[in-house]
Nanobody, 121 residues
């Protein structure tokens, strides 16, 4: 069984910073891409940033230059450093990982439970 456990959310003032972490554990053979998505109530989940195993990154236009995604393959962990936060960054943030649990079974997408980020004065 695979688990993705997020941490690092909370309340921060505009202009502040937060760092989200997501650790994957359990029966894992290989992890391909990892990423962060966010969702507001009643809205669709949207991509924030994504990183491949080799380190190639993709960002939503709204966070380019402010957010940085990174990963530690040895720890099966992905990070999201969020700087210059704005009230419009207030969402529940979800970790995503594309994982092969056993050689030959193919990759599947797994999700964390979500962590709330609130940007407010």
């Amino acid at each position: 069984q695979v688990r993705l456990v997020e941490s690092g959310g909370g309340l921060v003032q505009p202009g502040g910073s937060l760092r989200l972490s997501c650790a994957a554990s359990g029966s894992i053979f290989s992890i391909n891409a990892m990423g962060w998505y966010r969702q507001a109530p009643g809205k669709e989940r949207e991509l924030v940033a994504r990183i491949t195993r080799g380190g190639s990154t993709l960002y939503a236009d709204s966070v380019k230059g402010r957010f940085t995604i990174s990963r530690d393959n040895a720890k099966n962990t992905v990070y999201l450093q969020m700087n210059s936060l704005k009230p419009e960054d207030t969402f529940v943030y979800y970790c995503n990982a594309v994982i092969m649990v056993q050689y030959g079974l193919g990759y599947e997408a797994y999700w964390g439970q979500g962590t709330q980020v609130t940007v407010s004065s």
